[in-house]
């Protein structure tokens, strides 16, 4: 679906207007590169039976209504188990706006957080996480599997509710480049929000794009020393590697489903506020005989080894092994999707979910063979920033 708002030619203050429109509850925000999104209420919601997640995504905007004049989309978010519900509907009114980069109004501060005395536990604690590398790093090195990704979070707990409105501007305007969403979770009352950086994939007419990222370093307020990290994480070996392997996976998932596709030889580099990561930006043109929509696409390709592992089967046994959680939506995608197949699904990382009086962050690192435990906990603490920032909870 190609919109005027996508096209770059923007009404100042029209995306940040959408932006700050966004209230919880029956309400959804997708904002990325192309266009933003501020959706209302519930047309229809995708049912969760046996069906794969496309056929009933298509059979659900097969009977939907047109919304505001044009076709109807899909919009939300899917699990990292793909098997468990997701929280996908067609709403009942949308706003399209332009990205809000185009905006020259998201240049300005956004509003601070009220005060908050947030009780902070981290689950697991930070030595069990280095436990829970080392044991991966002792399994690979065993030669059971090649790569993990092993996620861990901080509870944040206070007396009053999450200002959610406050939380999604202030990840916006820190990173207005990505792919912000806020969305209504599986469970009564949460909201899944946050700020990712990865694109899964998105299809547009006949155009795939997939940006995998992999290999990460932590940012430095200090320009010569910011560079440096930069530089190092261009020419590390394990990162490199750690790349590789999902530039690989993501090239296998596309082949069958497209009729050419396009991989740099080497990753780029790319940044949010708070990291560095190696990038390679993968773009292809579909099967034009099967013509596979972008959730169909990003159903192939989820989970990749940034989220998960290799090989899969076993990436999954050991997250279920040595995480003391349930990811739920975190490392699933989020995004939309309409009935031409067209659409963009984000990697759901750098995010939160939000509940009255908790809100649950996210941040995982990938584990190889080389991997050191405390190199491993200080890039989690190093993706917490994204949110800690928001919330002014950083430590």
């Known amino acids: 679906m ?5 096209t770059g030619l923007a009404t100042v203050g029209a995306a940040t207007a959408l932006l700050e ?6 309400t959804r925000f997708f904002a990325s590169p192309t266009r933003t999104l501020l959706a209302h209420g519930t047309q229809a919601e995708v049912p969760h039976d046996a069906r794969p997640l496309p056929t009933r995504v298509a059979a659900t905007l097969a009977d939907a209504s047109p919304v505001g004049g044009r076709p109807p989309i899909v919009l939300g978010a899917v699990p990292f188990d793909q098997g468990a519900p997701a929280a996908l509907v067609v709403p009942g009114t949308i706003d399209w706006g332009p990205p809000l980069s185009a905006d020259p109004l998201i240049a300005l501060a956004a509003p601070a957080p009220p005060p908050t005395d947030w009780d902070i536990r981290p689950v697991p604690a930070p030595e069990t996480y ?15 599997f090649d790569k993990v990704v092993l996620a861990r979070t901080l509870e944040l707990h206070a007396a009053d509710p999450p200002d959610i409105p406050v939380l999604l501007q202030r990840l916006a305007r820190r990173d207005p480049q990505g792919y912000t969403f806020a969305v209504p ?4 009352d949460h909201t899944l929000i946050g700020a990712s950086p990865e694109l899964l994939v998105s299809r547009h007419g006949d155009r795939v794009v997939a940006n995998p990222l992999a290999g990460s370093a932590k940012r430095s307020t200090d320009l010569a020393e910011d560079v440096r990290r930069a530089m190092a994480l261009l020419e590390s070996e394990k990162d490199l590697h750690e790349h590789a392997v999902v530039v690989a996976a993501v090239r296998d998932a596309l082949a069958p489903h497209c009729a050419t596709l396009e991989i740099p030889e080497r990753p780029t580099l790319v940044c949010t506020a708070a990291m560095w990561h190696l990038s390679t930006t ?14 169909e696409l990003a159903c192939a390709l989820h989970p990749t080894p940034a989220v998960c592992g290799t090989p899969t089967t076993t990436a999954r046994q050991t997250i279920a092994d040595l995480e003391p959680f349930d990811r739920g939506l975190y490392t699933g995608m989020v995004g939309w999707g309409d009935a031409d197949g067209d659409g963009e699904w984000v990697v759901t990382i750098r995010c939160a979910e939000a ?7 996210y941040a995982g690192a990938g584990i190889v063979a080389e991997s050191s435990p ?14 800690l920032h928001a919330v002014a909870g950083e430590r």
């Open 185 to 188: 979770g599986t469970r009564p």
């Open 374 to 387: 405390d190199a491993e906990t200080a890039e989690t603490e190093a993706k917490f920033r994204t949110f």
């Open 282 to 295: 993968v773009t292809g043109t579909v099967d034009p005989e099967r013509r596979p929509s972008a959730l």
């Open 130 to 144: 280095r436990a829970g590398v080392a044991e991966a790093v002792r399994r690979m090195r065993a030669g059971a």
């Open 355 to 361: 509940a009255s009086d908790v809100l649950r962050l």
């Open 21 to 26: 429109a966004y209230r919880p509850g029956d």
């Open 2 to 6: 190609t919109t005027p708002e996508a």
